[in-house]
């Protein structure tokens, strides 16, 4: 069992809609989630992060963490073509020697088509 | 928030050289961090450079192909050792951004390594 696990993809949805994008993680000892976008030949950007369960909104972008179920999610409202990427959850465990260290889901392909 | 520049952006080596990629942050950072993704795959942590300390490597990196240097809280070195085919992918360091708030990691702009 992989440690974070995405959906590869592709999803597809047209502008204007909500694309949603999943994450599962095994270790239960995860204390922070984080999103990021990569453009293809780019380098991944922090889209945000989420610490306590529940919803965490910024823009258009909602990151949605349930750790009894070890999944995070990411809603994107009012898709733009601009937002066409892949998207890669992290999580990190925190604390001691593991601060700062992230592992990556392999990462969906959203493509948001007009 | 930190801004991470990377060089080179991209090189073509031939195996069994070496390449040292360095990454250069606008700000005092403690911990810096090298990580890799081949091509079509995710990130994978390579090490942890601290300053003042031997870097710590993850699981299946060792110090011998991925030597690191630290020798201040602005600026780091990752080399590719004894290049084969396999290491052609993209290198890139990542920085905790944060003030008096935690603002996540960032990633510099990458390089992208391959070997002929």
């Known amino acids: 069992q992989k440690e974070v696990e995405q959906n590869s993809g592709p999803l597809s949805v047209p502008e204007g809609a909500i694309a949603s994008l999943n994450c599962t993680y095994s270790d239960r000892g995860s204390q922070s989630f984080f999103w990021y976008r990569q453009y293809s030949g780019k380098s991944p950007e922090l889209i945000m992060f989420i610490y306590s369960n529940g919803d965490k909104e910024d823009g258009r972008f909602t990151a949605q963490l349930n750790k009894a179920s070890q999944y995070v999610s990411l809603l994107i409202r009012d898709s733009q073509p601009s937002d066409s990427a892949t998207y890669l959850c992290a999580v990190n465990r925190e604390g001691g020697t593991s601060y700062g260290k992230l592992t990556f889901g392999q990462g969906t392909i959203l493509t948001v088509h007009p | 928030s930190a801004v991470i520049s990377q060089k080179p952006s991209r090189d073509i080596c031939q195996r069994g050289t070496s390449l040292t990629i360095q990454c250069q942050v606008d700000?005092?950072?403690?911990?810096m961090f090298w990580y890799r993704q081949q091509p079509g795959q995710s990130l994978t942590l390579i090490a942890t450079a601290n300053q003042g300390s031997e870097a710590t490597y993850e699981s299946g990196f060792v110090i011998d192909k991925f030597p690191i240097s630290r020798p201040n809280l602005t600026f780091s070195t990752l080399t590719v050792s004894n290049m084969s085919p396999e290491d052609s992918s993209i290198y890139l360091c990542?920085?905790?951004?944060?003030?008096?708030?935690?603002?996540?990691?960032?990633f510099g702009s990458g390089t992208r390594l391959t070997v002929v």
């Open positions: 700000s005092q950072v403690t911990m």
């Open positions: 990542s920085v905790e951004r944060s003030g008096n708030i935690f603002y996540g990691y960032t």
